[in-house]
């Protein structure tokens, strides 16, 4: 075996076990993730490609890699970590692509210190060891575009079937192809009749998952298509601010995309594909503004690409300073590269910790949800929530996610509330529709305090206000909140038509966890003047902070009040009241407000 081929095949290996080493740092799982989990124990316990038993939704985006987890299921294998282990395969997969790409450009004779370069930059990027084993199928995306861009740039149809598979694997994979087709026709390096045999054979491979899509799901389109996409000043407003923290983070200010740019003609004619699909995707981001999670997880996909341009720039502007002292342009080359991984892998590395604390925190909280309601014999609840991965993964029942992602009423008929400020990543909610859907429980995201605009929209009906109460359970140093649904009530449905009043309470709450309880309890009086008759949570919430200012004779008034207007369903105030009367050696009047929390601070119920 040649010299050469041996020394490419030892730096793969370090890199590779480089590469591993890092994402195995980072190990967790997307809570995103836990949806698709659902999707494929559904199938394989014989209920079919659904999120919940007998709804038909497509409720995913990832197509190829469910089938690709169904696939090893039915052997018998965990497809959460085969899910993970496609995600390692993957990154590996393009940094042995990278290396080839960087031989072929030279012609077999790859410049050791630019391989090295290109491949240090990608190991040690942390968002990118980060999705690896996130569960989702980012790497295993950003690969199969990585080797079609590559297959093309050779000019073999083979680039083709892999685009098509790219596209079942993420719909973005449709917007490089079309950038494929689009560089083609400019630089008319592809006839024309070819381009349009390639389209075909691109659209003939797709079809029989366009028509399992219409017959199964009874839909042209992906429902997360109808709760997420749209456009809007708001989107390119957040598409800006998510583009300039990944250029902050990973893109050194923006040299990173404009330094291959500055020197476009120098470029290898197969590079400036490269350039074209970067570029195009950046605009494609800032239109759809950016990602609804957090991890600069839409910029994976280009990392290969803007990586291995940037290490081919570098060193050609090293090559053209020192001419043909190869020494000092290796050197030169090595140490900027050597900098700029480091400064990749050190400056955002407490942010991207974070994150994946904060994602392990969530999904451990919810499996503690999931342990509370089992253990509380709630048998086959329906569930409405707007996080819906790792509960409706671990939980058996019918769980409707409010934002629409698995429900298609909720994604096509949104409404639209005035005052209630929507998102662009959580703009689709419907109550009417929910509240006829008349779920067991109700989990908000944040506890008792609503902070979705979905979850605000839901106290301008009677129902859940009146037909809805929180329970509360001991979850770690805190009590944790889940709305229960009262047993047997059957109250008409109408809706107050100013929400501020919810707002207020909202933002009390806000202040509350920032201890500005001045502030928090001016906003919960606001509440109270703006909010139908029947809203008795500002005085709970009124009554505890009084508490916590050693206030506690006006804190017993707020309690009092609050548990009548909750028809003693207030179990906070309740509680509160049980403790005071204890203190007071009034035993008998402390026993009955004790009598009535135990048993409604249940969820177990009998309809």
């Known amino acids: 075996m040649p010299k050469t081929k041996i020394i490419l095949i030892t730096v793969i290996a370090i890199f ?40 038909r939704v497509e409720g995913y985006t990832n197509f190829f890699l469910i089938i690709l987890m169904i696939c090893f299921g039915l052997f018998g294998l965990d497809y959460i970590v085969v899910s993970k282990i496609i995600g390692i395969t993957s990154g590996i997969g393009i940094l042995v692509l990278m290396v080839l790409w960087i031989n072929k450009i030279f012609k077999d004779k790859p410049p050791l210190v630019l391989t090295v370069a290109a491949l240090w930059l990608l190991v040690t990027n942390g968002v990118f060891a980060y999705w690896t084993v996130s569960g989702l199928e980012t790497l295993l995306f950003a690969a199969l575009i990585f080797w079609g861009l590559y297959l093309v740039s050779n000019k073999n149809m083979l680039f083709v079937p892999i685009m098509a598979i790219a596209t079942l694997t ?6 490089v192809f079309i950038f494929i087709l689009i560089y083609h026709v400019l630089t008319k390096s592809f006839r024309l009749a070819d381009i349009g045999k390639y389209f075909l054979f691109y659209i003939l491979l797709l079809l029989p998952q366009f028509f399992f899509r219409l017959y199964y799901y009874d839909d042209i389109l992906p429902n997360p298509f109808y709760a997420k996409t749209g456009w809007s000043t708001e989107y390119f407003i957040s598409g800006i601010q998510y583009v300039w923290l990944f250029l902050q983070h990973y893109g050194f200010y923006g040299i990173l995309i404009l330094l291959p740019l500055v020197l476009y003609r120098q470029l290898p004619k197969q590079m400036r594909l490269l350039l074209l699909v970067i570029y195009g995707y950046f605009i494609y981001i800032l239109l759809v503004g950016g990602d609804v999670l957090h991890g600069h997880r839409f910029f994976v996909p280009l990392l290969p690409m803007m990586y291995l341009l940037f290490a081919l720039t570098v060193y050609r502007i090293i090559e053209k300073i020192f001419s043909r002292r190869r020494f000092y342009v290796s050197a030169v080359s090595f140490l900027i590269i ?9 400056v955002p590395q407490s942010w991207i910790q974070n994150i994946r604390i904060n994602e392990i925190l969530l999904v451990k909280k919810i499996i503690r949800r999931v342990t509370y309601i089992k253990e509380a014999a709630v048998k086959n609840p329906t569930i409405a929530c707007t996080t819906i991965g790792a509960l409706g993964y671990y939980l058996d029942g019918r769980i409707i996610d409010m934002l629409g992602l698995t429900d298609k009423t909720i994604a096509k008929h949104p409404e639209t509330i005035a005052k209630i400020a929507s998102t662009w990543k959580e703009r689709n909610y419907n109550i009417t529709y ?3 859907r008349n779920p067991d429980l109700i989990l908000f995201s944040t506890g008792i305090k609503p902070s979705a605009p979905a979850e605000k929209a839901l106290f301008l009906s009677s129902k859940f206000r009146n037909g809805y109460y929180p329970v509360y359970y ?5 009590l944790a909140t889940i709305y229960k649904r009262k047993s047997g009530y059957t109250g008409e449905d109408t809706y107050f038509n100013n929400p501020e009043f919810i707002i207020a309470y909202s933002e009390a709450w806000n202040h509350v966890m ?10 919960a009086h606001r509440s109270i003047d703006l909010a139908p008759p029947d809203f008795y949570l500002p005085y709970v919430l009124i009554g505890t902070i009084l508490l916590e200012l050693k206030k506690e004779d006006e804190a017993l008034d707020y309690f009092k009040r609050s548990f009548e207007l909750s028809d003693g369903y207030d179990m906070q105030a309740g509680d509160m009241l049980r403790r005071y009367y204890i203190l007071k050696k009034d035993t008998a009047r402390a026993n009955v407000y004790y009598h009535i929390t135990f048993e409604r601070n249940q969820l177990r119920w009998s309809d």
């Open 434 to 436: 929910l509240m006829e």
């Open 170 to 175: 993420r719909p973005e994979g449709g917007l």
């Open 338 to 346: 050597l900098a700029a991984g480091a400064f990749d892998f050190a």
């Open 16 to 55: 590779s076990f480089l590469f591993i080493y890092h994402a195995l740092l980072v190990w967790f799982t997307q809570d995103d993730a836990y949806i698709s989990y659902r999707y494929v124990k559904n199938f394989l316990d014989g209920d079919g490609l659904v999120f919940n038993q007998g709804e």
């Open 514 to 523: 920032s201890r500005e309880y001045d502030q928090a309890l001016k906003d």
């Open 474 to 478: 001991q979850e770690g140093d805190h």
